[in-house]
């Protein structure tokens, strides 16, 4: 049983060993350049991190071609390390979730070494073979355009192995008994030392069955319930992130109908539609996108985000909408990967346009669900188009103006740092921001901490507010007797607007959580509000006065109200 719905109401910062922060002048950050870094991100009010893949790995694929699940790489220290590492965010009340990289390994694994070397060896079920090459062996790429098949011939082994994403990677039975029980015992090993949950890759693909044989694979929903049990009972409060690029049709299965699967997904649907919104200020798909993902159970969560490691998925959204996206933010073929998205990040996609930066996050924060952060987004870092593929936003974090942004004293680092121009160093960094009261990166802080107490957008039920403008987004969030409403205008242009935030025409003050332009109704018990370009609002809805009369007229005066479809949305007067 779940003791604590932690990730309800969390921040989640995104971050990758390799360029954090380098401790020890090797060119490659490391865990005890992250341990001096943790007081940055309590202070910024992240209450949970998220790391990329750190076990040892030949690094072909930034981490994910994973050669040892019980290890650290060397390279970013040791499983000594790390345990200080959790033991050092278990005090300051952050915790920690993985990324689980389990539908592949690498060709260098010792399991899969052993499995091509030895056709009796019990590892060789453990993968997928066939011992001619499937017809549909050129589709189902993961990396189109990069990737060319999906099975490759091993002459050692003599027979095709089957590999969802590069050629390197080879996929794992998932379905296998051993494989499986060998996933579980991985969660527990890592639950052990600290932490607090997975993020999941590509989950589909790991449930999906395989085979050279298989042309439609099912979903084995079941994996997901076994996996959720297990972590569940070594950590009563551990949870499962999964990353599903799904459409709405399917979020339950992965939820689970009773909720008893995965505790988050990542809200793709909802992602590439918002990016739609902000490239057209036409916000009626992203309504769209949000109603068709409302329905979960009550112990589920979404995660939304605006970037994040991987490029910007655009596969979902119609042809017409998807170049519509294209035209504004990866217009250059450089910027745009795998025919179907942009690998940018978000700062140079906004054209470093300070308003449209803080109204794209103020969006993020506000949406239905749990905010995901990416390392160095707080201050605006841009990306490096000469690296290759998804490389571009893998750049070393920028903490200073010191010679490599202040992430390493090595001549040599790994991964340069971004140097001159708008994006560089020398004037995008985290020293120069925490100086500064009205940074982006000091602004960031003040929203995660307004964001933390808004409960209500991660614990509560939502309604879409009608403004009568395409460009204005405004949402109502109701939970415990409490309300928050929040409107974005995505256009470039000011307009005014006509609001009833109650829906029966009783009006009530609105508080404005972020500056002291609060808004009264007018007789009719609306409110007429002027939304500046890309200007957004966090309001509080009413006063004491105003749950008062609302519990009177409902005849239960001073009942906590549970439910989360509760609309009585109103506050007390410490929070107004």
């Not at 076990?55 to 290890?71: C, E, H, N």
């Not at 040791?78 to 060709?107: K, M, P, Y």
């Not at 994403?165 to 039975?173: A, G, I, T």
């Not at 669900?369 to 160095?376: E, L, Q």
């Amino acid at each position: 049983m779940i003791r604590d719905l932690w990730y309800k109401n969390a921040v989640i910062y995104n971050l990758s060993l390799s360029t954090f922060m380098d401790a020890n002048g090797d060119g490659v950050g490391d865990f005890q350049g992250l341990l001096r870094r943790l007081d940055y991100l309590h202070g910024l009010g992240v209450t949970c991190l998220w790391l990329g893949p750190f076990q040892t790995s030949p690094m072909k694929d930034d981490g994910y071609d994973v050669a040892d699940y019980y290890t650290v790489d060397p390279r970013y220290g040791t499983l000594g390390d790390f345990v200080e590492f959790t033991h050092a965010c278990e005090q300051r009340g952050i915790r920690v979730i993985i990324d689980l990289v389990i539908n592949h390994t690498s060709d260098q694994h010792p399991w899969f070494k052993e499995a091509r070397s030895d056709p009796d060896s019990k590892y060789r079920d453990w993968y997928v073979w066939s011992d001619r090459k499937p017809e549909n062996a050129d589709q189902g790429m993961v990396f189109p355009g990069v990737q060319k098949s999906t099975w490759t011939y091993d002459r050692e082994a003599k027979a095709w192995y089957f590999h969802r994403f590069y050629k390197f990677q080879p996929d794992l039975n998932t379905a296998h008994p051993e494989v499986h029980a060998e996933l579980l015992k991985i969660m527990g090993f890592w639950i052990q030392l600290g932490v607090a949950g997975f993020r999941m890759d590509a989950v589909p693909f790991i449930i999906a069955e395989k085979g050279a044989d298989v042309t439609k694979p099912k979903e084995q929903f079941g994996m997901l319930r076994s996996f959720r049990e297990f972590v569940q009972w070594r950590r009563g409060d551990a949870m499962l992130l999964a990353e599903a690029n799904i459409l709405p049709e399917d979020d339950l299965h992965y939820f689970g109908s009773d909720g008893d699967r995965c505790h988050m997904m990542f809200n793709f649907q909802v992602n590439q539609h918002l990016f739609y919104a902000l490239a057209t200020a036409d916000t009626a798909p992203l309504a769209k996108a949000l109603e068709v993902t409302k329905p979960r159970p009550a112990t589920a969560q979404w995660g939304t985000f605006l970037r994040n490691h991987d490029e910007l998925d655009l596969g979902r959204l119609t042809e017409e909408q998807r170049q519509a996206v294209f035209a504004a933010f990866g217009p250059d073929k450089s910027m745009q990967l795998y025919d179907r998205g942009i690998r940018r990040r978000l700062a140079p996609m906004l054209n470093a346009d300070r308003r449209r930066i803080e109204l794209a996050y103020s969006l993020m924060f506000t949406l239905p669900g749990t905010p995901v952060i990416r390392y160095g987004d707080e201050i605006g870092m841009g990306d490096d188009l000469s690296l290759p593929e998804r490389n571009c936003a893998r750049t070393p974090m920028q903490w200073s103006d010191e010679p490599h942004g202040g992430f390493t004293k090595s001549d040599e680092p790994e991964t340069p740092a971004i140097s001159g121009g708008v994006f560089g160093y020398e004037r995008i960094n985290a020293a120069i921001q925490r100086r500064d009261p009205q940074s982006l990166l000091n602004w960031t802080e003040r929203i995660i901490r307004m964001r933390k107490e808004c409960p209500e957008i991660g614990w509560g039920d939502f309604q879409i507010l009608k403004t009568g403008r395409p460009e204005v987004l405004a949402l109502r969030y109701d939970w415990r007797n409490n309300g928050v409403v929040v409107l974005h205008n995505l256009s470039d242009k000011p307009c005014e607007i006509v609001l009833d935030v109650d829906g029966h025409g009783e009006g009530c003050r609105l508080v404005n959580l972020l500056s002291e332009d609060h808004s009264e109704p007018d007789a009719k018990g609306r409110h007429h509000l002027v939304m500046e370009a890309y200007g957004y609002r966090w309001f509080r809805v009413g006063g004491l006065d105003y749950l008062l009369r609302r519990t009177e007229s409902d005849g239960k005066p001073g009942e906590e109200v549970q439910a989360t479809s509760s609309r009585t949305g109103a506050s007390s007067s410490s929070r107004s």
